[in-house]
């Protein structure tokens, strides 16, 4: 394991393409830019990450317009909230992978929509074109609506979600495998492009999937794209531990966030994998301005942005609960949640803790429920060291609040920061995604 005196921090962005990534107030600040259809809009933002020398651009992804709340796209779609316009994550990081020499690109990606072929295809591709900088967030979905949009009533259980992410993950490795390294020749004279002794098919015959293979793809330079995860059920956390590389969790509170980061650790190991191999990021909104109050007033003009129905909108779909019928004025009971147990257990977390209606909660949802990443840049670092340093994470996914301005501010005032605490890299040492954050090369 890393001592404490080496230990780097890693950075990840998260950046939806679309108008929220961290605050639903963002897109609504006077400063924030509105041209996400523009792919410039995505390169300038790639570019200031990399200038921040971030691990990863990270781009979110669901696979339908959520109408929960009340069975109405009108929450969703007024409120412009997280998942009222998504662009395809493949496309807009095949882009910033164009305008970018470094900074790793992670797609996220659902295994119960689509092939294993299609997709190790893809990802492949994009592990060449960005010449080993590419990352999987692999999701195994949560909504009843994002089955209707594939011709299926509802969602399959979430054992059988997880059952069928299991086997395609596994073809994936396997089509990645199916060529070898040296499979390609390049030998004018012989003629000799590949050597056919070197790529094979696959023949895998499983429950949810049969495929011959081999891929048509050479094998990609990481020998496989870094694999993100952030389910927090049991199977999600089994899942996590034994195929994520990255992961991505949200706590509101430093107690939790140590007791799942040794949880998954412990996890890991039990799968006999080496624990430092998986790195914990903890999401966090930081607002941040040159002194304390331009922190502060920049917190209330977002805050005030925000509407509590959009939180309560992006809510609904998230746990895949119609929160509509529940009195807004009092505490929201314990429920059967189908959808995702990560925000079910940071909701539930700050119910039981602060005693908040579901108003309120809609509210501190909408805002981003970790509030302790506001300041000038050296208090943010100071608090991000002290999480780091406490074992809570091994590094963070920063939601920017607001684009392109949090990224600018974040990289102006905050890196210095981190770098002059020596927890965080002056530039980068290596070229791919594997090299940045440590990560094993998997063999053939
Ligand atoms: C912080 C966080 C971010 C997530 N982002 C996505 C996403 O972009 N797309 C998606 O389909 N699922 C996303 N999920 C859902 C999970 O990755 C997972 O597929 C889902 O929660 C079901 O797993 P679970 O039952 O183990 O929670 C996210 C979950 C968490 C906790």
């Known amino acids: 394991m890393s001592t404490s005196s080496n230990r780097q921090m890693k950075l990840a962005a998260y950046v939806m393409a679309g108008p929220v990534s961290g605050h639903h107030g963002g897109w609504r600040y006077p400063s924030a830019q509105h041209d996400i259809l523009d792919v410039r809009f995505y390169q300038n933002i790639g570019r200031l990450l990399e200038d921040g020398k971030f691990d990863m651009m990270f781009v979110p992804d669901i696979q339908a317009l959520p109408r929960r ?29 164009a305008s970018t020499q ?7 990606i659902s295994t119960s929509y689509f092939a294993p072929f299609h997709i190790a295809r893809s990802l492949a591709t994009l592990d060449h074109l960005s010449a080993g900088r590419a990352a999987w967030n692999i999701v195994t979905s949560f909504q009843d609506a994002e089955a209707r949009n594939f011709g299926l009533k509802e969602q399959l259980s979430r054992d059988e979600r997880y059952d069928r992410a299991d086997e395609f993950v596994e073809v994936a490795c396997k089509l990645w495998d199916s060529w070898h390294d040296d499979a390609l020749m390049w030998d004018r004279a012989t003629p000799q492009f590949a050597d056919p002794s070197r790529v094979a098919p696959i023949d895998h015959h499983g429950r949810w999937f049969d495929v011959e293979g081999p891929l048509n793809v050479s094998r990609p330079p990481q020998g496989r794209p870094v694999f993100v995860q952030a389910g927090a059920s049991e199977r999600g956390k089994d899942f996590a531990a034994k195929w994520a590389e990255v992961i991505f969790v949200t706590h509101s509170s430093l107690a939790s966030a140590q007791a799942f980061y040794q949880d998954i650790k412990e996890r890991a190991r039990s799968f006999g994998r080496d624990p430092d191999q998986v790195n914990v990021l903890l999401g966090m909104v930081p607002v941040v301005g040159e002194t304390e109050s331009i922190a502060k007033d920049k917190q209330a003009l977002l805050d005030d942005l925000c509407d509590p129905e959009a939180g309560l909108s992006t809510l609904s779909y998230q746990l895949d609960v119609d929160l509509s019928p529940f009195p807004q004025d009092q505490v929201l009971p314990d429920l059967e949640v189908g959808g995702v147990q990560g925000h079910y257990r940071e909701v539930a977390e700050l119910t039981r803790k602060q005693n908040l209606s579901l108003r309120e909660i809609g509210k501190r949802y909408g805002v981003g429920p970790l509030r302790d990443f506001n300041g000038t840049g050296g208090e943010v670092a100071g608090r991000m060291q002290e999480w780091f340093d406490a074992r809570a994470c091994d590094g963070f996914m920063v939601q920017m609040p607001y684009l392109p ?31 940045h954050l440590g990560l094993d090369r998997p063999a053939h």
Not at 73 to 95: C, E, F, I, N, Y
Not at 102 to 108: F, H, P
Not at 430 to 435: I, M, P, Q, Y
């Open 69 to 97: 709340l009340g069975d109405s796209l009108a929450s969703q779609l007024t409120h412009g909230a997280l998942g009222a316009l998504r662009l395809d994550p493949m496309l807009v990081l095949t882009a910033i992978a």
């Open 102 to 108: 470094r900074l790793g690109v992670a797609a996220t």
């Open 405 to 435: 301005g949090g990224i600018e501010d974040f990289v102006r005032l905050v890196v210095p920061e981190l770098q002059t605490r020596k927890v965080f890299r002056a530039d980068y040492t290596g070229t791919t995604l594997r090299e």
